[in-house]
C-alpha cells in the first residue's frame, strides 16, 4: 500500500487511543484518513497493559466514557470480525474505612443519576461472590456489573481492523518527524520515509502518540504536557484461579485485581512514582523497564493481605512499562494551539478502558464541532502558560500518581508546584492567614482565617459529612459582612482578553447569544453557544469604546474561551495579567469609595466607568457575583498592592472585611448566578438553564437555531434538614424515582438554608418535592421559587439607602 499525498486526517499513533480515535472518524463517515505508526501497531504502550475495564470514576465525563467503552468492546467481534478477548466478569472495589464508605455511597449515588449499574455490597458478600478474599476489614463493596477486563493488544488491533473495514488505511514503521504549520493552521505531516522523507497534506490530525505525544506535539511548536511514568504489574503462576473472577480494587491497599492464566495479575499504585526520562519516549518499540521489586513490596504485601492465597503463590512475570500522565491526572483532550492539530494523549493508567469513549469524543469533536459529553475537565486548553514548563507539570503528574487512590474531597487543595500564580495583593492576603486555593496555577483565597473570630455558634455552624471538613466560621462572617457592610474580594485571577477593529462588535454579534449593540460603556452578560444551542462559554462583555471590547470570564477558562473565538475567526488578546480587579461590594460600598473618589459613583447597574479610586485609575463595573451593591475595580497590575491597600484603609472603618472564593460560592447560589463547567455546560442550553433572559431576540447568533422549548429546567432546592449540605454530584429523586444530579450546592449564609441546583422535568414547580441522595443519606427537599436572596434584585439595582 502505498502512502499518499495527501489526506483528510492523518493520525498519529497506532495504540489503543489512534487506533480508536481512527475507528470513530471512519464511523463518522470520514473517508481518506490514514494512521501512522512508528513501529508495529500497539508497541507503545498498549500492548504490555493490564486490560481492567473499570467504569467508576470520579468525574461524570469519564465514567460516561468509558459506559461507552464498556458497551463497545463485547460488540467488536461483531463489529469489526477481531474479538478483543472482552472478560465480563464484573468488578468489586473495596472500601474498609468510614470515609471510604463515604466515598463510595457518594459514587454510588453519582452513578444513578447516569444509570450506571451498581450496588452496595457487604464485607461478607463480597467475600461470598470472591471467596479467595479476606474481607474481615471491607466494611462495604461497591459491585459493578458492567465491568471487565480484555486482551489490551486485541483491543487496538479490533478498533484498527475496524477503521481499515471502514476505509481507514493503516501505515506501520512510519514515523512522523515533522509537522507543517501555515498561518497557525495545520496543513501535514512529514515521515521518515526513505532518503528522501515523504509528506502528507492534511488539514486535520491527530497527535495520539501516547508518551511521545509531548515530543511530537513541540514538531508544531505546541505544549500537551504529558509526562511518562512507570508502572508495574506482576503476574503469579496459576492456582486455580476461576476466569470468572470479578476484578478487584483496593484503593485503601492502592491495589487492584483480576485473574490471569489462572494466577492473578496484580498491579499497584505507589507513593514514590519515578518518571522515565528520556528525550525519547517510546523511540525504541516494546520498552520496558527493569522489574523494581522493592517499589512494588508495598501493592504485593497488601494483595497477599487480601488475597492471602498470594503468600504461597509465586511471581512469574513483571511487567513495569512508560505510561503517560497528567499535571492533574485527567486526559488531554483536544484541539492544540495551532488549528486542525488535535491530541489525544495522557490517559494515566485508564487508556484501555477510556479508548472507545475517546474515539467517539474525538471524532465527534473534529467532525461536528462539539462532542456530545461536557469535555471541558479533559480539554488540553484547561492550562495556562505554565503548561509549557517541564518542571511544573513533572512535580504535579508525579503529586497526581502519588495519590491516585486516595479519597478527594470536593475542595481539597493540592500542594504541589505552588505557589505560581499571584495577585499583587498575595503578600497582604497572606499576613491576613488566608487560605488560598489554587485554579490554573492562581493562588486564591478561600477565605481568611483572621475572620473566623471567635466563633461560640461555629460548632453547631458546621454541615454535616463532607461539606464540614473543608469550612471554616470565617466563611458565614465574610458573607454576612457582605450583606451588612461590604465584603473586598481579590478577583485578579479573572480571565481578560481583549477584542478589538471596526469587525470586532459585528463578529461578536455572531458568536454570543446576548445583544451587545449597545453603547460604549455598557456591560452585557452573555453565553457563547455552539451549534447545538450548548453553553460553550458564559462572560461578561463590556464595550470599551465604539470598537473595543473586554471579555471578563472564569480564571480556569480563559484559554478555553479565547480558543473558542478565535476558531470562530476572533482576534483575541489575552490581557489577564495586565489587570488586577478587586470586588467590593456591600450595602457600604457606596460610602468607602465615596472617600477614595471624586468621580460621580451613581452610574447604572451594568455600566462601565474610568473612575481615580485614591491615586489610582481604574476601570469600575457595576456587576455582582454576590448579589449586592457595588463594582469589579480593575487597575493596570502594577497599582495592584496599592489599590488593595487603598481600599482596605478605607473599608475596615465601615465594617467591610476582606473576603475570599467559598464567600462567594455560598452568595451566588443565594441569587441563582449559574457556574459554567457545573451549572452550564456544552450539554446545557440557556432555555434549560434559565438564562433566556440573555438571549437576544432581536438578532441571529450560533447556536440560535437549537434553541427550542426545554424538556428539563434548572430548578432550585432547599433542603428539609440545613446541616446537609450538598457538594454537587449527588442523586437526586422525584417520586422516589432517579430524576437527576445536583450541579452545585451549598449553605447560604443569608438565607440560612441548605441548596441545590438541579435539572429538573420542565413541569416541575415550586413546592414539588424531591429527596437528595447527600453520601447515602436521602434528604428532602423542596422545588422553590428562585432566586432565594433579594428576587426583585433591589439591592443590586439601586444606589444603597
Ligand atoms: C503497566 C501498565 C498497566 C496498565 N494497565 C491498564 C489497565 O489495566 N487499564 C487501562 O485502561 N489502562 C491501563 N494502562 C494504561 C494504558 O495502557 C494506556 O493508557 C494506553 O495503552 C495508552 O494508549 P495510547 O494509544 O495513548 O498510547 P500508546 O499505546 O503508547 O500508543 C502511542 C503510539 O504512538 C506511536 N508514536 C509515538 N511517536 C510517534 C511518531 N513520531 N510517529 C509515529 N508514531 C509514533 C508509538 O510508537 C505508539 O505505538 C496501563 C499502563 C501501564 C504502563
Redo the contacts with the bound molecule.
Keep these: 500500500m502505498e502512502l499518499p499525498n495527501s489526506a483528510r486526517a492523518v493520525v498519529?499513533?497506532?495504540?489503543?487511543?489512534?487506533?480508536s480515535v481512527a475507528y470513530h472518524l471512519a464511523r463518522l463517515g470520514w473517508s481518506e484518513v490514514i494512521l501512522?505508526?512508528?513501529?508495529e501497531?500497539?508497541?507503545?504502550?498498549?500492548?504490555?497493559?493490564?486490560?481492567?475495564?473499570?467504569q467508576l470514576r470520579s468525574t461524570v465525563t469519564q465514567t460516561k466514557m468509558i459506559m461507552y467503552s464498556a458497551g463497545l468492546y463485547p460488540e467488536l467481534a461483531e463489529l469489526t470480525g477481531m474479538d478483543p478477548g472482552w472478560h465480563g466478569v464484573g468488578g468489586l472495589r473495596l472500601a474498609t474505612t468510614p470515609e471510604r464508605v463515604e466515598e463510595s455511597l457518594r459514587l454510588a449515588g453519582a452513578g444513578e443519576t447516569y444509570g450506571l449499574g451498581l450496588s452496595v455490597l457487604s464485607g461478607a458478600e463480597a467475600k461470598e461472590m470472591l471467596p479467595l478474599l479476606d474481607a474481615r476489614d471491607v466494611r462495604a463493596a461497591l459491585w459493578l456489573p458492567g465491568d471487565g477486563?480484555l486482551d489490551?493488544a486485541l483491543l487496538?488491533r479490533a478498533l484498527a481492523a475496524g477503521a481499515e473495514k471502514l476505509g481507514v488505511r493503516i501505515f506501520t514503521g512510519?514515523?512522523?518527524?515533522g509537522l507543517d504549520v501555515v498561518g497557525g493552521e495545520v496543513s501535514g505531516v512529514r515521515?521518515a520515509l526513505g532518503a528522501e522523507g515523504w509528506s502528507v497534506q492534511a488539514d486535520t490530525v491527530v497527535i495520539?502518540?501516547?508518551?511521545?505525544?509531548g515530543?511530537?506535539g513541540r514538531l508544531a511548536g505546541v505544549d500537551i504536557p504529558v509526562v511518562p511514568i512507570?508502572?508495574?504489574?506482576v503476574v503469579t503462576e496459576p492456582f486455580d484461579v476461576p476466569s470468572s473472577m470479578p476484578t478487584v480494587r483496593d484503593p485503601d491497599n492502592i491495589v487492584?485485581f483480576r485473574e490471569e492464566g489462572g494466577g492473578i495479575l496484580v498491579?499497584g499504585y505507589i507513593r514514590t512514582p519515578e518518571i522515565w526520562d528520556t528525550g525519547h519516549?517510546?523511540?525504541e518499540?516494546r520498552t520496558l523497564f527493569a522489574a523494581d521489586m522493592p517499589k512494588f513490596q508495598e501493592s504485593w504485601e497488601s494483595a497477599a493481605r487480601r488475597v492471602p492465597a498470594l503468600g504461597r503463590t509465586g511471581i512469574v512475570k513483571v511487567?513495569?512499562?512508560?505510561?503517560?500522565f497528567t499535571p492533574d491526572g485527567e486526559f488531554l483532550l483536544g484541539e492544540t494551539a495551532v488549528r486542525g492539530l488535535w491530541a489525544?494523549?495522557g490517559?494515566?493508567?485508564?487508556?484501555?478502558?477510556?479508548?472507545g469513549g475517546v474515539g467517539k469524543i474525538m471524532a465527534e469533536w473534529i467532525v461536528d464541532g462539539s462532542p456530545e459529553y461536557d469535555v471541558f475537565g479533559m480539554d488540553l486548553r484547561r492550562f495556562g502558560g505554565h503548561a509549557r514548563s517541564s518542571s511544573w507539570a513533572r512535580a504535579k503528574a508525579l503529586d497526581s500518581y502519588s495519590k491516585y487512590y486516595d479519597i478527594v474531597y470536593p475542595g481539597e487543595e493540592r500542594t504541589a508546584a505552588r505557589p505560581l500564580r499571584r495577585s499583587p495583593a498575595w503578600v497582604r492576603h497572606a499576613e491576613l492567614g488566608a487560605e488560598f486555593g489554587e485554579k490554573s496555577g492562581w493562588e486564591r483565597v478561600n477565605w481568611f482565617k483572621s475572620n473566623a473570630g471567635p466563633s461560640p455558634e461555629a460548632g453547631e455552624a458546621r454541615p454535616a459529612g463532607w461539606a464540614g471538613r473543608i469550612w471554616s466560621p470565617a466563611i458565614r462572617q465574610e458573607c454576612l459582612a457582605t450583606r451588612d457592610a461590604a465584603g473586598l474580594f481579590d478577583q485578579t485571577s479573572f480571565s481578560k482578553l481583549e477584542i478589538s477593529g471596526h469587525q470586532a462588535l459585528m463578529r461578536l454579534q455572531r458568536v454570543c447569544a446576548g445583544q451587545l449593540d449597545r453603547p460604549p460603556g455598557s456591560i452585557v452578560y452573555t453565553q457563547l453557544l455552539n451549534e447545538h444551542g450548548g453553553i460553550e462559554a458564559d462572560l461578561t462583555v463590556t464595550r470599551l469604546a465604539e470598537d473595543r471590547f473586554r471579555l471578563v470570564t472564569g480564571t480556569a477558562f480563559g484559554v478555553h474561551d479565547a480558543a473558542w473565538l478565535r476558531g470562530h475567526g476572533l482576534d483575541v488578546r489575552d490581557v489577564t495579567s495586565a489587570h488586577a480587579c478587586y470586588c467590593l461590594w456591600g450595602p457600604r460600598a457606596l460610602d468607602i469609595l465615596g472617600t477614595l473618589s471624586d468621580d460621580d459613583l451613581t452610574f447604572g447597574y451594568m455600566r462601565a466607568r474610568e473612575i481615580s479610586v485614591g491615586n489610582v485609575p481604574v476601570l469600575a463595573q457595576r456587576v455582582t457575583f454576590v448579589g449586592e451593591f457595588g463594582w469589579e475595580l480593575y487597575c493596570p497590575s502594577e497599582y495592584g498592592l496599592t489599590l488593595w491597600d487603598t481600599l482596605m484603609e478605607a473599608g475596615t472603618p465601615y465594617g467591610m472585611r476582606p473576603a475570599g472564593y467559598r464567600a462567594i460560592d455560598s452568595m451566588r447560589l443565594e441569587k441563582g448566578y449559574r457556574v459554567w463547567g457545573m451549572d452550564i455546560t456544552p450539554e446545557t442550553t440557556p432555555v434549560e438553564a434559565g438564562l433566556g433572559f440573555a438571549v437576544a431576540k432581536d438578532k441571529d447568533f450560533l447556536g440560535r437555531s437549537a434553541l427550542e422549548a426545554a424538556a428539563r429546567r434548572l430548578a432550585c432546592l432547599v433542603l428539609d434538614d440545613p446541616r446537609q449540605v450538598c457538594l454537587a454530584g449527588e442523586p437526586v429523586r422525584l417520586g422516589g424515582e432517579p430524576a437527576s444530579r445536583v450541579t452545585s450546592g451549598g449553605y447560604g449564609h443569608r438565607v440560612e438554608r441548605s441548596i441545590a441546583y438541579a435539572y429538573l422535568p420542565a413541569g416541575t414547580v415550586p413546592g414539588d418535592r424531591a429527596e437528595v441522595g447527600v453520601t447515602g443519606t436521602w434528604v428532602g427537599a423542596t422545588v422553590v421559587a428562585e432566586p432565594l436572596y433579594d428576587p426583585a434584585s433591589s439591592r443590586i439595582r439601586h444606589l444603597p439607602a
Design positions: 498519529i499513533g497506532g495504540g489503543v487511543a489512534g487506533c501512522v505508526e512508528q513501529h501497531l500497539t508497541e507503545g504502550t498498549t500492548w504490555h497493559s493490564a486490560g481492567f475495564v473499570g477486563w489490551p487496538a512510519t514515523r512522523v518527524t515521515l495520539a502518540a501516547g508518551a511521545a505525544s515530543r511530537v512507570k508502572h508495574q504489574y487492584y498491579g519516549p517510546l523511540e518499540p511487567v513495569h512499562g512508560p505510561e503517560a489525544a494523549a490517559f494515566c493508567v485508564h487508556g484501555l478502558a477510556a479508548a
